[in-house]
């Protein structure tokens, strides 16, 4: 389990430092100045979002659950995790129309991978139960 947890949170941050690669390769190619105590905060937040979310996948192993109380239970976690964290690094701005926008692409993204993973995982259920007719 603790190796589990090592596994996902380290891919987390991998995915964390990648995106921040991204971000400071548009900075240099814009010839956008930044303060490395800035880079340095929206480094460790988009970190954290990554380790979050590599143990988030966790809440969808929990076998008594429907797959509806996960993706609410992980939705709700995830919307909650990405306002504190983007409030205070200032990815957002503290007002009513910037929580509500953000809030929208937040609602719209989740909604995109969660049907790729949907579609994914019954792409691969079809697949399995071909196979297992053909033995039959």
């Not at 880079?39 to 937040?45: F, N, P, R």
């Not at 690094?89 to 926008?101: G, H, Y």
Request: proline letters at 2%; aromatic letters at 16%; one cysteine or more.
């Amino acid at each position: 389990m603790v190796v589990d947890i090592l596994k996902r949170a380290t891919v987390g941050v991998a995915c964390g430092g990648f995106l921040t690669f991204v971000a400071l390769t548009i900075l240099m190619v814009l010839e956008i100045e930044s303060s490395v105590s800035e880079i340095w905060s929206h480094m460790l937040a988009s970190m954290t979002f990554g380790v979050y979310y590599g143990l988030a996948s966790f809440i969808f192993e929990k076998p008594k659950w429907t797959p509806l109380k996960k993706t609410i239970v992980h939705f709700s976690l995830s919307i909650m995790v990405y306002f504190i964290i983007a409030l205070t690094v200032s990815w957002i701005p503290l007002n009513l129309f910037a929580i509500l926008i953000s809030s929208g692409v937040f609602i719209l993204i989740y909604s995109v991978f969660w049907t790729g993973y949907y579609l994914y995982f019954k792409k691969i259920e079809a697949e399995m139960n071909e196979q297992l007719h053909k033995q039959e």
